[in-house]
């Protein structure tokens, strides 16, 4: 499976750059390219990225706001690495869990370290999915909760769950809802 990338700078020739450098790699898929922050947000909202190559100074919005304003989805997040000419964000960069900060000008060998480190920290993220697969499906098949077991000092107490108000009807909820997201009759 190829890794998807979308290249964001506001300088053209920056993003040939990246382009060219990203084509002596095997297994990359560039499937866009943004001038500026809003036009990023809205990429990597619609083609779900592995990877983006991301510029912190730009129009609009800067790389900072691109990375706050996409939003949550089902997809795993993608992996951000920053590619500027000043060094001040550094450290706001590693803030925000990206995976490098190229300072331009770099290299070919510098640019293939920081994509090798992304495409580590991909593959390692979905090695940590797929081992938690078989714990979430076990959870899936579990029964809805029917009663709970209160203890008052030595007497046990098997107190039957209560009903839900509203629309959905108790069989419908998960096995495991978190109790601060379920309604009783009005309360939390």
């Given amino acids: 499976m190829k890794t998807r990338v979308v290249i964001v700078d506001d300088e053209p020739i920056a993003r040939r750059g990246i382009r060219r450098y990203l084509a002596e790699h095997d297994g990359i898929e560039v499937v866009g390219e943004a001038a500026n922050g809003i036009s990023a947000v809205k990429q990597i909202n619609e083609l779900h990225p592995d990877i983006v190559f991301l510029d912190v100074q730009m129009p609009d919005l800067?790389?900072?706001?691109?990375?706050?304003?996409?939003?949550?989805?089902?997809?795993?997040?993608?992996?951000?690495i920053f590619v500027t000419a000043h060094d001040a964000h550094a450290i706001r960069a590693f803030?925000?869990?990206?995976?490098?900060?190229?300072?331009?000008?770099?290299?070919?060998?510098?640019?293939?370290?920081?994509?090798?480190?992304?495409?580590?920290?991909?593959?390692?993220?979905?090695?940590?999915?797929?081992?938690?697969?078989?714990?979430?499906?076990?959870?899936?098949?579990?029964?809805?909760?029917?009663?709970?077991?209160?203890?008052?000092?030595?007497?046990?107490?098997?107190?039957?769950?209560?009903?839900?108000?509203?629309s959905k009807p108790r069989e419908t909820m998960p096995a495991y809802t978190p109790p601060a997201t379920v309604t009783y009759c009005g309360k939390r």
């Fill in 95 to 166: 803030e925000v869990h990206a995976v490098d900060y190229l300072l331009k000008p770099y290299d070919k060998e510098r640019f293939a370290r920081a994509l090798a480190h992304a495409r580590q920290v991909l593959e390692q993220r979905g090695k940590a999915n797929r081992d938690l697969e078989p714990l979430l499906q076990s959870l899936r098949s579990l029964r809805p909760l029917e009663r709970f077991v209160v203890k008052d000092k030595k007497r046990i107490f098997f107190v039957p769950f209560p009903t839900f108000c509203g």
């Fill in 62 to 80: 800067d790389g900072f706001g691109v990375i706050e304003n996409v939003e949550p989805s089902t997809d795993p997040a993608p992996v951000y």
